[in-house]
């Protein structure tokens, strides 16, 4: 077997690969712990598939209204035990993580009531569903309110300004599990735990939603085990394991769940309707290959904050940290760095590898964007993809990797492009 030379075929200097090799040797207790965390996660959603007793008849297609849809309904049954809620929303009418966010907080606020967000400006695309831009049909629109409080400079939680905060309108919290495209670090679930220990203490009537995007099968325990009413998230991200082509999934407290399906279809049809279209097979296909994507994914950002680490550039988090997610960033304080680095991860596709990433407008940002994506599934950030602002400090972001070996092949192709564009 001549894998250097295949290295070389590739644009990979024997210098790189070696760099790969020693980063491997570095990291190996760390990635056998990776190994473990998956083999425990597998076992975790074979229980579920087999105590739902999944079956071949669960992947029948239906289509129109969907009436009587046994794999959807069983789907959302092996949702809902793997994530230890007493009931799920997955569908494929779920469009994106941002959908799935918009109809769980439409469905459990009314108007008068107060969200709170104890960890600072949420992700993004929120902000046009709160209504901090006045953004059109926003919460804002129907007189809910928002109140937020900032993670203080160390990020940790502030435990004061979240007990001033919880008032008689609050009625929903909203805690971001992952970093999303932030400075901030991710949360472990343990951290997630005492946070809302924390505000069932001042308000044990308040509801508790977690944003888990990002964060599925990263850890043995999710965040409906720490007392979370709901949780949400994308399933072109972890839970779809790269096979789902569309949803989104809501778990766990099921007047919560069923107020979410009323708000998605409409009141007096809930979770009864909604065809499948075809898609099941692969949303329980997806959700069994899932820990192991998540295994990769994580290795991916562990190898590459090792090498990025060790020329020099600021990463976060360090290869050393605990992580708590699948995403990854890389600072270079130059142009080239963030350019040469999407290069070598789009170069490194399955799809679109000839394509040359280049900065664009991107609404909803002030700077141009660069992004590097080269997809089974258009968008599907647990595919290896990598994105960021074309300003200081010239940070990219990135996550993914359907398999360990695609991560680490699209990583060395990204540190060979950073290394040639001498920076
Ligand atoms: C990805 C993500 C979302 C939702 O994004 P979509 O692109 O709409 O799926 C929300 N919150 C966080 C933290 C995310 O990472």
Known sequence: MHIEEMYRAFGISSGVAELGREAEAALRERFDSIDRMAEYNQLKVLKALKDNRVSEADFVRTTGYGYDDGG?????????SVFKGADALVRAQLISGTHAISTALFANLRPGDEL???????????????????????????????RQVDL???????????????????????IQRSRGYDLRPTFSVDKIGELIAFIRSVRPDVKVMVDNCYGEFVEDREPLEVGADIIVGSLIKNPGGGLAPIGG???????MVEKCAYRLTAPGLGKEIGANLGVNKDLFQGLFLAPQVVAGAEKGAIFAAYLFEKQGFAVSPKYQEERHDIIQAVTFGKPEGLRAFCEGIQSAAPVDAFVKPVPSDMPGYDSQ????????????????SADGPMREPYTVYFQGGLTWYHARIGILTALQKVIDSGI
């Open 72 to 80: 959807r309904d069983n789907l959302e049954r092996v949702y809902a």
């Open 116 to 146: 709170l967000s104890p960890c600072g400006k949420p992700y993004d695309t929120l902000d046009s569903i709160i209504g901090l831009n006045d953004a059109a049909g926003s919460l804002k629109e129907y007189g809910i309110t928002y």
């Open 152 to 174: 203080k400079e160390d990020y940790s939680f502030d435990y004061e300004g979240i007990r001033a905060a919880l008032n008689d309108r609050t009625r929903l919290v909203e």
């Open 249 to 255: 999934y809501i778990a766990g407290d099921a007047k």
């Open 369 to 384: 964007v660069i992004m590097a994506a080269g997809n089974f599934i258009s968008g599907a950030s647990i595919e290896l």
